[in-house]
């Protein structure tokens, strides 16, 4: 009965004791964060991608030839036993500020050495850490930098390769009437109107009233107007968003932008930033003027973005809150620097990633006819130092036309940055290929032809048997007054090379694709053609995966035989 009691009594005071020697153990050593690190994957690994997908790694950064993730202790254990090879940057704390820069100079690189902490990660490329965005106020004018974002994505399981796209259409008259119309005498109207704010440094009311600026001609075109407002600092900054809302597919969405502010030596008093980036500041301008008056199946926004010399922040702002989970951005075109020649004749450098590849070589086409100026094709993910790249990070297909990738404007970051210097043959000629990029992703409404065959849509059925499976994809959409037929359209890349699959206009709205299983994505779009054989624009894109793996397939099969014979 004694030890009954005395038992009783440990277990009542057992808690108390639990809780004292809780209470003398302090709060950091009770609560333990868990411990995530940098580490820089190097491409070209077997399965490398389909690894990183399915262990859902977090990437931060996407470089040419590597990954930047984020991983906790365990992750990383578990990337080791996958066989792969990667190199520990750093433990990761948030309390710090880590970006990109590139450093292409040797003196430029011996500064960023002597005042911050400094990583190599591949070629000119290097991971700054500092403890607040402002410190990097300190890098070297000529060093280009962007922040890393504080939240990753993962990677594509999809080993992408940049592909050559066929983009070649006969030459189109209202493409030529739309290029006719940028005006050499409007876009050095907006340079200088812009230049003559002084400064457009993004901390300063200077930068916000050339904001205004933006925001009160785009108000004076018509068009629905907002700002986005954030912090850089203690200081206001905003973005200056408009658009035109499409007519047929809404929610299919185009954006072009530009950075409106600038930075020099003098960044407080005198950054006149005439090429950077008054020129594509204008250029948005110029394109809003034009594509404003006219009918549009997709929905094309306008955006100047501020803060993109602080390490692309108001991009990074806008992907962070204004991404729409109901739109499909179909792609993205950033104008920064496009004014100036070095030598003549100059080219414009069309940078896209891998994923972008058929973006890059649709405007590097248009540009090439309607500019008309030389399109120069680059895939490099490395190339992150401008607002293209937060759009990068999510996936989506977005370029940087810009006059040269390596920048050599004697004038780039310098109060000699001005409009006297600048190029406008080749300026009106890259803003004329912009606006052509713009008209034919946003499908400008043709007068006179069909109209654009609305709520296309497409669902699957298949079928197996011992030998093979056979997908059925059937493609549904409105009936368009008017049209004597339909087309359809096939491609195996997003966006471009489609194939018509019907040999004569079919008659219903309603059509069936049969396809034989395969690992294929294939892409699918209808048009309308009218009794004089005039075709619509294409309609929404809808992508099928054409089959099971030949795995899953045979499986599949194999417990219906099973289950039919038990039965």
């Known amino acids: 009965m004694n030890s009954i009691r005395f038992k009783s009594r440990v277990l009542l005071l057992l808690p108390v004791v639990l809780f004292f020697d809780l209470s003398l153990i302090p709060e950091q050593a009770r609560v333990q964060p868990v411990s995530l690190r940098l580490v820089q994957v190097p491409k070209n690994q077997p399965r490398l991608e389909a690894i990183l997908a399915r262990e859902k790694a977090e990437c931060l950064q996407e470089l040419q030839d590597s990954y930047l993730l984020r991983l906790d202790r365990e992750e990383s254990f578990r990337l080791r036993s996958y066989g792969l090879d990667f190199r520990l940057l750093t433990v990761y704390d948030r309390s710090l500020v880590y970006a990109i820069a590139r450093a292409g100079r040797a003196a430029d690189l011996e500064f960023i050495r002597s005042r911050f902490r400094t990583i190599f990660l591949e070629g000119n490329d290097y991971l700054v850490l500092a403890r607040d965005p402002a410190e990097l106020e300190e890098l070297p004018l000529t060093v280009r930098r962007r922040l890393l974002p504080a939240t990753g994505h993962p990677v594509s399981g999809v080993s992408l390769l940049p592909e050559e796209v066929i983009w070649q259409r006969a030459q189109d008259q209202l493409y030529e009437q739309l290029a006719a119309e940028v005006s050499a005498d409007n876009l050095r109207g907006r340079v200088i109107d812009l230049q003559n704010f002084g400064t457009r440094y993004a901390p300063t009311g200077n930068c916000l009233q050339a904001g205004q600026y933006i925001y009160n001609y785009l108000v004076s075109l018509g068009l629905p107007v907002s700002y986005q407002e954030f912090y850089y600092s203690t200081y206001l900054c905003r973005n200056v968003i408009a658009q035109v809302t499409g007519q047929t597919y809404p929610e299919q969405v185009v954006i072009i932008c530009a950075h409106y502010d600038s930075t020099s030596d003098q960044r407080w008093t005198l950054a006149p930033g005439a090429d950077d980036n008054a020129s594509g500041t204008a250029a948005v301008l110029e394109a809003a003027r034009i594509v404003s008056s006219r009918p549009l199946d997709f929905t094309v926004r306008f955006i100047l973005f501020s803060a993109e010399e602080q390490g692309l922040i108001g991009s990074l702002r806008y992907v962070q809150e204004k991404l729409n989970p109901a739109e499909n951005i179909l792609g993205v075109l950033n104008l920064d620097m496009v004014a100036y020649a070095d030598y003549l004749p100059e080219d414009l450098d069309v940078i896209g990633n891998r994923y972008s590849g058929w973006l890059v070589d649709r405007v590097a086409a248009l540009a090439g006819t309607y500019g008309p100026v030389p399109g120069k ?191």
């Not at 606006?435 to 669902?459: C, H, K, M």
């Not at 298949?462 to 030998?467: G, V």
């Open 377 to 567: 094709k680059i895939i490099d993910a490395s190339f992150v130092y401008s607002d293209h790249a937060p759009f990068w990070d999510r996936g989506i297909a977005a370029i940087c036309a810009i006059e040269d990738a390596s920048v050599p404007n004697p004038y780039y970051h310098k109060t000699t940055d001005t409009v006297d210097t600048l190029n406008f043959d080749f300026y009106r000629a890259a803003a004329r290929g912009s606006l052509i990029s713009l008209a034919d992703l946003a499908q400008v409404i043709r007068p006179g032809y069909p109209s654009t065959p609305r709520n296309f849509n497409l669902s699957v059925s298949t079928q197996a048997s011992i030998f093979n499976h056979l997908k059925a994809v059937h493609l549904s959409w409105d009936p368009v007054p008017g049209a004597a037929g339909y087309n359809i359209y096939r491609s195996s890349v997003p966006h471009a090379n489609f194939q018509r699959i019907n040999s004569s206009p079919i008659q219903d709205n309603r059509y069936v694709d049969n396809l034989l299983g395969t690992e294929a994505i294939f892409y699918y779009t209808v048009t309308a053609v009218d009794s004089l054989n005039r075709e619509s624009n294409f309609s929404r894109e809808l992508a099928v995966n054409a089959g099971l793996t030949p795995l899953s397939s045979r499986r599949q099969l194999f417990w219906n035989v099973f289950n039919l014979f038990w039965n």
